[in-house]
């Protein structure tokens, strides 16, 4: 069965940053996109970081050029790297399998990443 488990979330001052990585399995990898969501307390879950199966990428307008999203289809495992962190990056991160019209049918149980000083 799919199955997607994050890792590497935990609390970092602002302007930290911090990796989060998410491992799959049960399914051809190579040929998914995948993305990264949040959800803040209170808020929707939203749109971090999108890749495609053979590598463009696309960013919430809100975490252009502090995050990158990466994919090694040899590991079977997309990353998030996340500089300048700010308290607003506060959220559950969670992972998910995505498809070309970008609906997510797998998620991850998430990873807690909490800014603050």
């Known amino acids: 069965q799919v199955q997607l488990v994050e890792s590497g979330g935990g609390s970092v001052q602002p302007g930290g940053s911090l990796t989060l990585s998410c491992a799959a399995s049960g399914f051809i990898f190579s040929i998914y996109p995948m993305a990264w969501y949040r959800q803040a307390p209170g808020k929707q879950r939203e749109m971090v970081a999108h890749i495609t199966s053979n590598g463009p990428t696309d960013y919430a307008d809100s975490v252009k050029g502090r995050f990158t999203i990466s994919r090694d289809n040899a590991k079977n495992m997309v990353q998030l790297q996340m500089n300048s962190l700010k308290p607003e990056d506060t959220a559950l991160y969670y992972c998910?399998?995505?498809?070309?019209?970008?609906?997510?049918?797998?998620w991850g149980q998430g990873t807690q990443v909490t800014v603050s000083s």
């Open positions: 998910g399998r995505s498809s070309h019209s970008r609906y997510v049918d797998y």
